[in-house]
Each structure stands twice: as C-alpha cells, then as structure tokens.
C-alpha cells in the first residue's frame, strides 16, 4: 500500500488532519484579507481612489484564483492533494511577501496576482480531503470547522495589520504574515496524508475527465443554483470583510488599530458562531430533508438584511455597535457549511475537486471580483455629495444582495433530493 492510500488510523487522525487543513485555510484567508485593514496606509501613500483599491482588493486575485482553481482541481483528483496544497501554501505566502515590495498600483496588481495564483491551489483539494476524511452524517459539521478558517484568518490578517502597519509600516506586515505561511510549508507534508479517495462512498471509481464533470453537474441545476447564491452573498461578505475596516475608521471615528482590533473581534466571534451554528443545523436538518441544506442559509441571509440596516443606520457607542454588527455578521456566514456538504453530495469521488473548483470558480469570479470593486466603485460615485459618509450609503445600497442570494439558495435547495440521487 502506498504511503498517499494508507487510511487515518482512527477518528482522532482525521480530526487532527482537520485542524492542519484548518490552519491552513486560516493562512489563507489572513493573507488574502490583510489588505484591508491596509487600505488606509495604501491611499495615503499612493493616494489610490476607492475604485483603485476596490480593484486591487478584487479582480487581480479573484481572476487567477478562481480560473486556475479548475486544472490544479482536476490535478488534485488524480495526485497527491497534500503535496499540491503544500506547494500552493508556499507560493501564496511568498507572493504574500511580495506585495510589501510593492512601488506602485502595477506592482500591487501583480503581487495580488500571485497570492491569486498561489491560493487557487488551496480550497478545492482540501474540501475533497475532508469529505474522504469524514461520512457524509458528519460533513455539514466538518466543513464548519474547516470554514472557521474564514474568520479566524480574516480576523488574524485584521488584527496583524492594523497592529504592525500602524507600529511599523504597511510593508512591514505583509513581509511578516508571508514570512508565517512560509515557515509553515515545509511541516505539512511531514503532518497530514491523502487518506483513501472515496472511502465512504458506495463506488470509488476511478478518476475522470473534465468534460464527463461538466455533463454531470449540468443535470443537476442545484448545484448552479446554489453556486449562484453563495456567490450574491459572497458579493457581500467579500465586500465587507475588505471595507468595514474603512468603513469604521471614516464613519466611526476609529484610528487604525482600534478598527483592527474591533474587526477582529467582530468577525472572530460573529464568524465562528455563525458558521458552527450553520454546520450543525445543515447535518441535522439536511440528513432526512435535503432540501433544509439550501433553507436554512437562504434564510439566515434574509435575516441578515434589517440587522445590517440597523447596524449602519444607527450610532452609538462601540459596545452597542460591536453588538449591532456581530449578529449580521453571524448570519451572513451560516452558508458555508449547509451548501458546501450539499455540494460533495452532488459530486462522486472521482469528480469531487473538479466539481469543488467549478463551484468555487462561480462563487469567487462574482463574490471577490464584483463584490469588492462593485462596494468601492459605488463609494467613489457617491463621495461627490456625501464626503466621508460615502463607503456607508454604497454598503446599505448593496444590501438587496442578500435578498437575491436567499431566493437562489431557496430554489436550490428545493432540487437537492432530486440532484443528490
């Protein structure tokens, strides 16, 4: 047997490959969200507008990371998925690294570019190795904690940021937080094994081409559907985890490393509880009623929209705002456990990574690409009559996202007994 077939030897080795694969994906998120608390120090120095930043925060990493996500998936799914993300971490944390080299808007653009290539790598072959590390009852809740990832990384990379740019220059903290992801490399391989592919599913099978992917997923319009609405509430979520760091220094009156640590704070806790909560609900709702694995995100979404409205219509002060926006916040993340099972549900093992970056593809060209430039560009268009205030009217007119993303999740969910068979 081969070292990549041998299985993890008991439930306590997959939950260990869990929390490195969690690690990993936090790393992933610290490095891509850095930039945001950054924001601030990146336009005073280069004086960028916010459609400027809004595209550097957007299109440069969501192009490659979304586009490239599709052949290193289909690589993943007949080669070793550890060493294909442990080069992947590498990479992105050194082109993390890169971008406090940075002289100009074209060098920021292309070292985002690089973090964009280096991450493509990182998502799909993890979802696949978590849905052969657990059974299908427990991988609504598997993948939560893989998704805290988000928040925990989101909340690093506010939290470092605001810290180090404020002590020592922007630069400073991309330089650190890259220098992290690479210390990290070359322990992984060493930590974590492919375990069986397909070990919990009636047929492994063998692997199969992209075209094959493609026919089976089009029989199965929940999966677009449900593609679709993770990515008009990624829109939003993207959106907000770039700007509500500007957003609490120009509106709230924070300095920079006050909106780091508030952030942090915010999305560490709101984001931790929300995406539990949406992992339990999705293997207890969704194990007799598929449909529920689309339902309760669509939703949580809903619910989202008159919390958000309230957060930033009203003022107060920073205890009663922290709670304002920590249960929106909260909401706004439930989906990833829910529709991420749902989606290893529709793909066969062979197909799996493939189908996980075509999900992934859908969700990030729309969520990352659109959301944060989409945010930045209707601040900018705003700023001529509303001044400062401007990044908090464009939020509040963005809001109906969460409408369009709960009735798209809704009708997805209602196919999933039909597509899951």
Same mark, same amino acid.
């Given at each position: %047997?081969?070292?990549?077939?041998?299985?993890?030897?008991?439930?306590?080795?997959?939950?260990?490959?869990?929390?490195?694969? #969690?690690?990993?994906?936090?790393?992933?998120?610290?490095?891509?969200q850095i930039l945001g608390i950054l924001l601030p120090l990146i336009k005073r120095e280069f004086r960028f507008d916010d459609a400027e930043l809004g595209l550097l925060g957007g299109l440069p990493f969501a192009l490659f990371y979304a586009t490239l996500a599709i052949p290193i998936a289909a690589?993943?799914?007949?080669?070793?998925?550890?060493?294909?993300? #442990?080069?992947?971490?590498?990479?992105?944390?050194?082109?993390?690294?890169?971008?406090?080299?940075?002289?100009?808007?074209?060098?920021?653009?292309? +070292?985002?570019?690089?973090?964009?290539?280096?991450?493509?790598?990182?998502?799909?072959?993890?979802?696949?190795?978590?849905?052969?590390?657990?059974?299908?009852? $427990?991988?609504?809740?598997?993948?939560?904690?893989?998704?805290?990832?988000?928040?925990?990384?989101?909340?690093? &990379?506010?939290?470092?940021?605001?810290?180090?740019?404020?002590?020592?220059?922007?630069?400073? +903290?991309?330089?650190?937080?890259?220098?992290?992801?690479?210390?990290? #490399?070359?322990?992984?391989?060493?930590?974590?094994?492919?375990?069986?592919? &397909?070990?919990?599913?009636?047929?492994?099978? #063998?692997?199969?081409?992209?075209?094959?992917?493609?026919?089976?997923?089009?029989?199965?319009? @929940?999966?677009?559907?449900?593609?679709? &609405?993770?990515s008009a509430n990624s829109m939003m979520g993207y959106g907000l985890i770039l700007w509500i760091p500007s957003l609490l220094v120009r509106s709230f009156g924070m300095t920079l490393p006050e909106a780091g640590r508030f952030y942090s704070a915010l999305g560490l806790i709101g984001g931790v509880?929300?995406?539990?909560?949406?992992?339990?609900?999705?293997?207890?709702?969704?194990?007799?009623?598929?449909?529920?694995?689309?339902?309760?995100?669509?939703?949580? $979404?809903?619910?989202?929209? *008159?919390?958000?409205?309230?957060?930033?219509?009203?003022?107060?002060?920073?205890?009663?705002?922290?709670?304002?926006?920590?249960?929106?916040?909260?909401?706004?993340?439930?989906?990833?456990?829910?529709?991420?099972?749902?989606?290893?549900?529709?793909?066969?093992? *062979?197909?799996? +990574?493939?189908?996980?970056?075509?999900?992934?593809?859908?969700?990030?060209?729309? @969520?990352?690409?659109?959301?944060?430039?989409?945010?930045?560009?209707?601040?900018?268009?705003? +700023?001529?009559?509303?001044?400062?205030?401007?990044?908090?009217?464009?939020?509040?007119?963005?809001?109906?996202?969460?409408?369009?993303?709960?009735?798209? %999740?809704?009708?997805? &969910?209602?196919?999933?007994?039909?597509? %899951?068979?």
């Amino acid at each position: %047997m081969r070292r990549d077939d041998r299985p993890q030897s008991a439930a306590g080795g997959a939950r260990l490959a869990l929390v490195l694969l #969690t690690i990993v994906y936090a790393l992933n998120f610290l490095d891509r969200q850095i930039l945001g608390i950054l924001l601030p120090l990146i336009k005073r120095e280069f004086r960028f507008d916010d459609a400027e930043l809004g595209l550097l925060g957007g299109l440069p990493f969501a192009l490659f990371y979304a586009t490239l996500a599709i052949p290193i998936a289909a690589l993943s799914d007949r080669r070793s998925r550890v060493l294909i993300l #442990t080069v992947s971490l590498g990479l992105w944390s050194l082109m993390t690294a890169a971008c406090g080299f940075a002289r100009g808007f074209s060098g920021l653009f292309a +070292a985002r570019v690089g973090v964009g290539v280096g991450e493509a790598g990182g998502v799909a072959p993890s979802y696949s190795l978590i849905a052969d590390l657990f059974p299908p009852a $427990a991988r609504a809740r598997a993948l939560a904690v893989f998704s805290m990832g988000v928040p925990v990384g989101a909340a690093a &990379g506010v939290f470092l940021g605001g810290e180090i740019g404020a002590a020592y220059g922007w630069r400073a +903290a991309f330089w650190i937080v890259g220098g992290v992801g690479l210390a990290i #490399t070359p322990m992984l391989p060493l930590l974590l094994r492919d375990p069986p592919r &397909g070990r919990f599913d009636a047929g492994r099978g #063998t692997p199969v081409r992209f075209g094959a992917v493609l026919r089976h997923l089009a029989r199965r319009p @929940g999966f677009w559907l449900l593609a679709l &609405g993770a990515s008009a509430n990624s829109m939003m979520g993207y959106g907000l985890i770039l700007w509500i760091p500007s957003l609490l220094v120009r509106s709230f009156g924070m300095t920079l490393p006050e909106a780091g640590r508030f952030y942090s704070a915010l999305g560490l806790i709101g984001g931790v509880l929300g995406i539990w909560a949406g992992g339990v609900l999705g293997d207890r709702l969704g194990a007799r009623r598929p449909e529920w694995l689309g339902r309760v995100p669509a939703l949580a $979404a809903l619910a989202a929209i *008159p919390c958000y409205l309230a957060a930033l219509s009203l003022s107060g002060d920073r205890w009663v705002t922290f709670l304002m926006f920590l249960v929106p916040g909260a909401l706004a993340l439930v989906w990833l456990g829910p529709i991420l099972s749902a989606v290893q549900a529709m793909c066969p093992a *062979p197909m799996r +990574a493939t189908g996980n970056a075509l999900f992934l593809l859908v969700n990030n060209l729309l @969520g990352i690409a659109l959301g944060t430039w989409a945010l930045g560009a209707l601040s900018k268009w705003l +700023a001529a009559a509303h001044g400062t205030d401007s990044l908090r009217l464009a939020i509040l007119y963005a809001l109906p996202l969460y409408l369009v993303a709960a009735l798209f %999740m809704w009708t997805g &969910g209602s196919r999933l007994r039909r597509d %899951m068979a």
